[in-house]
């Protein structure tokens, strides 16, 4: 009997061409987490058995790049743009086979753009920069990680304040928690104590209360460097 590969193919239809790819896919009983950061970025291992690897689907024929956090309507002249800028421009490219976090970092810059020039929600975008600043740190690259991590603060600020998290997957007290972290690590502490702040004023009507005992732990760490 074979042994069970980690990776599997997933069929795909791509929602602007209409194109059939596969793109890979990880099964679970090969994910383990083995710590979450401050920022709940996972980690897993071996590293190669990351999920976020292969979060990004990305259409060998046109290059249109996305995931499921993707609305399936595209506003008005959108698709037109996309064409324009993206398909008019692709050299068709294969991101179906197992990827590093090189290539992974290559389908999430696409799918940021994409989803740009889509007017995808502030959180979608958002947390694929977060996701990027990760791949980088894993890459030990953290002149890029704070790139992207700034890119991610100003999204989420975005989503904050439009509220367009409103019936994703993201509650606003998680919006809050990243947003008092990602700034604490990007140096501007004045902004994180406010958030933080905001959490914890907030923790009653939440309903992940693990992110708020998470962001009362991480308060009473930081708190005397902040007000300092």
């Excluded at 069929?11 to 990880?26: A, E, H, Q, R, Y």
């Excluded at 956090?69 to 398909?87: H, L, N």
């Excluded at 889509?118 to 996701?131: D, N, P, R, S």
């Excluded at 007290?173 to 406010?194: D, P, T």
Aim: hydrophobic share 35%; aromatic share 12%; with cysteine.
């Amino acid at each position: 009997m074979t042994a069970l590969d980690a990776l599997f193919d997933k069929k795909c239809d791509c929602p602007l061409c209409g194109n059939s790819f596969t793109s890979k896919k990880l099964r679970s009983r090969f994910i383990k987490l083995i710590r979450t950061d401050t920022d709940l970025c996972p980690v897993y291992s071996p590293t190669e058995n990351n999920p976020l690897l292969y979060h990004i689907l990305v259409c060998p024929a046109c290059g249109y790049s996305f995931s499921d956090d993707f609305s399936s309507f595209f506003p008005p002249d959108t698709k037109e743009a996309i064409q324009e800028k993206v398909c008019s421009q692709w050299k068709p490219h294969s991101f179906s086979d197992k990827r590093s976090a090189e290539d992974a970092i290559k389908t999430y810059k696409l799918a940021v753009y994409c989803a740009s020039l889509k007017k995808e929600k502030h959180i979608v975008q958002a947390g694929m920069y977060l996701k990027i600043a990760w791949l980088y740190r894993e890459l030990e690259n953290t002149e890029q990680e704070q790139r992207f991590m700034k890119l991610a603060i100003q999204e989420y600020e975005e989503a904050y304040m439009t509220q367009d998290y409103q019936g994703t997957q993201v509650s606003e007290i998680r919006v809050l928690y990243l947003l008092a972290e990602l700034s604490y690590r990007a140096g501007n502490k004045k902004e994180s104590g406010r958030y933080f702040s905001k959490v914890i004023e907030g923790q009653r009507r939440a309903t992940e209360t693990r992110i708020v005992e998470i962001a009362k732990e991480r308060w009473q760490d930081i708190r005397q460097d902040i007000n300092g």
